[in-house]
């Protein structure tokens, strides 16, 4: 006698749904995914600026250090979908993909939307019925799942995928419903912090200065208290009229998860390039340069417009002063100033402008070798409703996508 046909619900057309959905349909299943937005991929569509930077051209052991928590989690999924299975299974999609600085992937097009078509393709070529409606509840007998509820009403299913995301910029569709799904099924929902998330400072230098952007400066997030650098980086940062935001800082956020106010101190080095004594060189040639000049005249050279105020204060030395005058410890103190501008932190920005949401369903309640519940039978997770999160680099794609493929299999086989 013919086995029947496994009915699959995929809750979520995100990155993780999508994959989940097809690789399910493709398994054998009769797959229904549910979206409560009218269209699929509102998150994937803003991911990367537009451009999408879908996985991190690595190897597993690269990827495990970048994921802070619970990486050793991903070695079944990563070893069932690696980076260069994303890689060929998009370009087997046909999206050319290009590998940028930092092994980043992105599509040649530079288009997420080309990611999502073919996300969307796929799922119709693989049979994948797709519903427009927010899955209210899961309903569960004897242990098991048995279909999804919606405002609609109840829908049977053998097994259910959720694939819900975290509740990081809500206005996609991610607003942490699956969390509430997880929990009334039984599961655990580990704390939610926001990740790669700007910073916040009660320091005014940062509303003084909002909107600059700073370029090739190098950024240490200290501890107050131990003196320890805990993160350290090069590249762009920009001041707001709340503190401190851009790739690095975002990348710091993920680093610094206890902060507090008082806790930590970012020290920008305006200057990376050159060491102390270059430095001071370089200074000692403008300073002959515009020997003539006051002090606050006299270093256009070296710093954008904006800064120039703040710096000049910070040195201690009077803006009017000619600086044939300026001492040389004035001028080392000045120095050692633009190797390292202090600014104070306070906390994160609220979890909806994170780009990711830490924390999620606790991972000891689930299979890594299959993402299969723990608790209840044929109740199955993908992608960042769980309990992980990565650092910027298309690593929290990759993990949506791996965890993804191993939950819509399984889901199909019924394992
Ligand atoms: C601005 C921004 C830029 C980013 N850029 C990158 C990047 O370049 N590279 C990278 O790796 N990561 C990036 N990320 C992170 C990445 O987008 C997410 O980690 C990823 O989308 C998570 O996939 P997911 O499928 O788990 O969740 P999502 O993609 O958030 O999808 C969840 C889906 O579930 C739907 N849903 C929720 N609740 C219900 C319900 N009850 N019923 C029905 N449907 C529901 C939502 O509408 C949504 O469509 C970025 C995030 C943001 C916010």
Known sequence: MAESVR??????????????????????????????????????????????????????AEFMEAVPRNARFLYAALARFAPEDTMAHFEALGVPLKVERGRRVFP??????????????????????????????????????????????????????????????????????????????????????????????????CRRLQGLSLKNVALRIVSVQSGKTVYDDFGEMMFTHFGLTGPMILSASAHIQDIAPGKYTAVIDLKPALGDKQLDTRLLADFTKYANRDFL???????????????????????????????????????????????PLRGFRPIDEAIVTAGGVQLKEIDPGSMASKLVSGLY????????DAYTGGYNLQIAFSTAVLAGEHAAWGC
């Not at 049977?156 to 799904?181: F, K, N, Q």
């Open 381 to 388: 997770f993908a992608g960042e409703l769980l309990d992980l």
């Open 297 to 343: 005249n006299a270093v256009g050279d070296l710093l954008p417009q904006k800064l120039i105020p703040i710096v000049v204060e910070r040195s201690g030395i009077d803006p009017r002063k000619k600086v044939n005058l300026i001492t040389r410890e004035e001028r080392l103190a000045l120095g050692a100033l633009l190797k390292g501008l202090t600014i």
């Open 7 to 60: 009915r699959v619900a995929v809750v979520g057309a995100g990155a993780a749904g999508l994959m989940a959905a097809a690789h399910a349909a493709r398994n054998g299943a009769e797959v229904t995914l549910y979206e409560r937005n009218d269209r699929p991929g509102r998150k994937l569509r803003i991911t990367g600026k537009g451009r999408c930077n879908l996985t991190n051209a690595c190897t597993t």
């Open 108 to 205: 040649v097009s530079d288009r997420a939307a080309d990611i999502v078509d073919a996300l969307v393709t796929d799922v119709r070529r693989a049979g994948v019925k797709t519903v427009h409606a927010r899955v209210t509840g899961l309903t569960v007998a004897d242990g098991a799942v048995t279909g999804v509820r919606t405002a609609a009403g109840e829908f049977a299913h053998d097994a259910v995928i959720l694939c819900t995301g975290g509740m990081s910029y809500p206005g996609t569709g991610s607003d942490g419903d699956g969390y509430r799904l997880a929990r009334e099924a039984g599961h655990t929902i580990t704390p939610l912090t926001p990740s790669l998330v700007p910073i916040t400072s009660d320091d005014p230098t």
